[in-house]
């Protein structure tokens, strides 16, 4: 059975910094491009950034580029993402989610998500 | 990155069918058959139901089926039940890398 287990959100001050993980079992996680993306409270999806089964490629959305990182351990089967320079508009449920085949073509399974608030 | 459209809300009775809307542009819905859907619950992660435009993974009913026609891609619930009330996103791959989702529709079964 796909798990994905996320870890690491909670409450920090604007500007700060976070650190999520994203524990994978029940598949081959060496063999799938990974992804996060994000709930705001009451609102809608939105892609944050993806990384290919390799981590030799990630794409991010603009909203996030130059602030967050994105990076694989394929030993340890984890994913992860650090967050710099939040901001109180990243407040949001982040959720990890397996890429079916290639990145693109869209997210199989996700994770039950974790909670990112930024406030002071 | 702007979102893909589509209607805040979507109604029907049980039984019945209907379709939800997602426009997009030429960069992303127009150019690719990359449309996804997923149902989400409130209070749960989002719900894989469907793929490059019209696939169904394994697992999800075959009242759910996908389109596309030029920008706009369209999923259709047909004999609507009870437990399809939930929100409905779609999303697409868009050009230079990237990835959108569309705006949300609630779907009320009256």
């Known amino acids: 059975e796909v798990q994905l287990v996320e870890s690491g959100g909670g409450l920090v001050m604007p500007g700060g910094s976070l650190r999520l993980s994203c524990a994978a079992s029940g598949f081959t996680f060496s063999s799938y491009s990974m992804n996060w993306v994000r709930q705001a409270p009451g609102k809608g999806l939105e892609w944050v950034s993806s990384?290919?089964?390799?981590?030799?490629?990630?794409y991010y959305a603009d909203s996030v580029k130059g602030r967050f990182t994105m990076s694989r351990d394929n030993a340890k089967n984890s994913l992860y993402l650090q967050m710099n320079s939040l901001r109180a508009e990243d407040t949001a449920v982040f959720y990890c989610?397996?890429?079916?085949?290639?990145?693109?073509?869209?997210?199989?399974?996700w994770g039950q998500g974790t909670l990112v608030t930024v406030s002071s | 990155q702007s979102a893909l459209t589509q209607p805040a809300s979507v109604s029907g009775s049980p039984g019945q069918s209907i379709t939800i809307s997602c426009t997009g542009t030429s960069s992303d819905v127009g150019r690719y058959n990359y449309v996804s859907w997923y149902q989400q619950h409130p209070g749960k992660a989002p719900k894989f139901m469907i793929y490059?435009?019209?696939n169904r993974p394994s697992g999800v009913s075959d009242r759910f089926s996908g389109s596309k026609s030029g920008n706009t891609a369209s999923l259709t619930i047909s004999g609507l039940q009870a437990e399809d009330e939930a929100d409905y996103y779609c999303s697409s791959y868009r050009s230079s890398s990237t990835y959108v989702f569309g705006t949300g529709t609630k779907v009320t079964v009256l």
């Open positions: 990384i290919s089964s390799s981590g030799d490629y990630i």
């Open positions: 490059d435009v019209s």
């Open positions: 989610a397996r890429s079916l085949s290639n990145w693109y073509r869209g997210f199989d399974f």
